[in-house]
């Protein structure tokens, strides 16, 4: 059973950087994408970034491109998410989530994804 655990979330101010962890407890080759996104009070959940966990490919969504940066550590069977210059509008819950035992091809589409993490709050002021 594949477990998901984000950890890095807190408050910041404007300008200020993050870096989200998500801890895999089962980084198996059946894994063929992992995903982070996010969702804001009343809000749709947003992916905002994703990696092909085997080639390394990244996706991210245009509102994050150039500020967030997905990264993965195969031999910590983690998942980071670097996020630089953030703005209040960042200010969400997020989630880390993977896709198991099945092609990825919606790498931003949270029907892409079998298995969540908890999440882990963002709070950006201004």
């Known amino acids: 059973q594949v477990q998901l655990v984000e950890s890095g979330g807190g408050s910041v101010q404007a300008g200020g950087s993050l870096r989200l962890s998500c801890a895999v407890t089962?980084?198996?080759?059946?894994?063929?994408?992992m995903g982070w996104f996010r969702q804001a009070p009343g809000k749709a959940r947003e992916g905002v970034a994703a990696?092909?966990?085997?080639?390394?490919?990244?996706r991210y969504a245009d509102s994050v491109k150039g500020q967030f940066t997905i990264s993965q550590d195969n031999a910590e069977n983690t998942v980071y998410l670097q996020m630089n210059i953030l703005k209040p509008e960042d200010t969400a819950m997020y989630y880390c989530?993977?896709?198991?035992?099945?092609?990825?091809?919606?790498?931003?589409?949270?029907?892409?994804?079998?298995?969540w993490g908890q999440g882990t709050q963002v709070t950006v002021s201004s």
């Open positions: 089962e980084y198996t080759y059946s894994i063929d994408c």
């Open positions: 990696i092909y966990t085997r080639s390394g490919t990244t």
């Open positions: 989530a993977a896709d198991v035992g099945r092609r990825c091809f919606f790498p931003l589409s949270a029907n892409q994804y079998n298995y």
